[in-house]
């Protein structure tokens, strides 16, 4: 069980740790929110689609998912679509540290774009359904709920932490230039992974 538990800390570490669309967002409400608790709704947000995703690849559902050609067309065609304009968004966005009076996201508005970077990213979704998916069935019983709990425990207490390297950084960067040169470069990230995801849907995923 410990070597179970291990191993799903390890690679849900490794697969969530890359900057990404869900993470940027995640960051930049850390940072640009007035109080901590204001992010919360995005925080809790992407750690409950995380869960749903690593219990639907715990249960199975990559199989599925990996065996149904126009399902994964459908789901490349999407995020990539996503991507790119999340993209767009980030590189455009002007940051406002948490100190200034600029309006900011509702909390109807932080649920439904945090859901958005969550379930509408392929290149996230693969990771969870089909590498943790595939890596837990080595396990059964008290092995695969220690491997899957590890998995969602990691996803919990990283979007909690990266929330709150946001408010420091949104704190000591005043002038908000850092917040902009970050957007900048997670907007060139996620569009490297939107061409990523392109170059793999034209040699046939």
Known sequence: ?????????ILAFGLILPLGAQNVFV????????RFFRALPVILTASICDTLLISLAVLGVSVIILTIEWLQLVLFSVGILFLLYMGWTVWKSKPNPAGGQAERMSTKQQISFAASVSLLNPHAILDTIGVIGTSSIQYEGMEKWAFSLACVAVSWIWFFGLALCGKLVGQLDSSGRVLSVINKISALIIWGVAVYLIANLINGI
Do not use: E, S, V
């Open 1 to 9: 069980m410990i070597q179970a538990l291990i191993h799903g800390m």
């Open 27 to 34: 960051f930049n409400q850390g940072a640009t929110q007035p």
